[in-house]
């Protein structure tokens, strides 16, 4: 997979596929529209329940999965998807964002298996450095 183009608001060097957990209306209408404006497509679901039943029947790029949701909350729907992968192999880059950011935070996230940790609001220039952050290749 190849790095996306750091230029704020310029077309990504490869479209990615993006699976959004998010439960705000407001928040995944936002980063639907970051994406598409940086050339991506954006997928929502409204917890981490449903996130993992989407990744059951589809391949994404990335996922952008909000800490604090109903249901299953972020932290819990990271672990599945790593618990699977040390069982089948492979790795899903994962971005934990939240509205609460507290001391230790990227840590605590990085400790539980994120790639990557924002924190809201999101604002276009962030987001795509968090993501190429993340998928540069190591």
């Known amino acids: 997979m190849s790095s996306v183009n750091v230029q704020a608001g310029a077309p990504a060097a490869q479209a990615l596929k993006v699976l959004v ?13 970051l994406l598409t404006q940086l050339g991506h497509t954006g997928m929502v679901v409204s917890d981490g329940e449903k996130a993992l039943k989407c990744l059951a029947k589809m391949r994404v ?3 952008l999965m909000d800490v604090m949701m109903p249901n299953m909350d ?3 729907a990271l672990g599945a998807i790593r618990s699977k992968e040390a069982a089948e192999g492979g790795h899903l880059p994962v971005i934990m964002a939240t509205a609460h950011d507290e001391p230790g935070d990227a ?12 924190t809201k609001p999101l604002d276009l220039q962030r987001l ?3 993501i190429s952050r993340v998928l540069r290749p190591r």
Do not use: H, P, T, W
Request: aromatic share 6%; net charge negative; charged share 25%.
């Open 21 to 33: 957990a998010e439960d705000n209306i407001i928040n995944q209408r936002l980063l639907v529209g």
């Open 74 to 76: 972020g932290l819990q």
């Open 61 to 63: 790029d990335l996922v």
């Open 107 to 118: 840590g605590r996230f990085k400790r539980a298996g994120a790639d990557g940790y924002l």
């Open 128 to 130: 795509q450095a968090e």
